[in-house]
């Protein structure tokens, strides 16, 4: 299915982004949803994810700091990212595995957004 990623950008260090997530098309539902992120030179890595029962899993790196949250009414999730670092520089792909139909699954990513922490 379709994953519309938005909300990266530049911020200062310490700043504060929430990125969006929207999946659209033929969905009969979603199982878990999550945000990864890939920097310069390094492999892709799992940053935060939420499953259908809202269990939450986070990056050692990023607890404390991101929150993933999901409206399960608009197939969207979210990433709201807090006291960022330089280090959290990278593209940020959203992530969604469910059914389309009731025996078909789906495992599709979004586009990828840029966020860049610098001052």
């Known amino acids: 299915v379709p994953l519309q990623a938005s909300g990266g950008g530049l911020v200062q260090p310490g700043g504060s982004l929430r990125l969006s997530c929207a999946a659209s098309?033929?969905?009969?539902?979603?199982?878990?949803m999550g945000w990864y992120r890939q920097a310069p030179g390094k492999q892709r890595e799992l940053v935060a994810s939420i499953a259908s029962g809202s269990i939450r899993n986070y990056a050692d790196s990023v607890k404390g700091r991101f929150t993933i949250s999901r409206d399960n009414a608009k197939n969207t999730v979210y990433l709201q990212m807090d006291s960022l670092k330089p280090e959290d520089t990278a593209v940020y792909y959203c992530?969604?595995?469910?059914?389309?139909?009731?025996?078909?699954?789906?495992?599709?990513w979004g586009q990828g957004t840029l966020v860049t922490v610098s001052s």
């Open positions: 098309g033929r969905i009969f539902s979603i199982n878990g």
């Open positions: 992530n969604a595995i469910g059914l389309s139909t009731m025996t078909t699954t789906f495992d599709d």
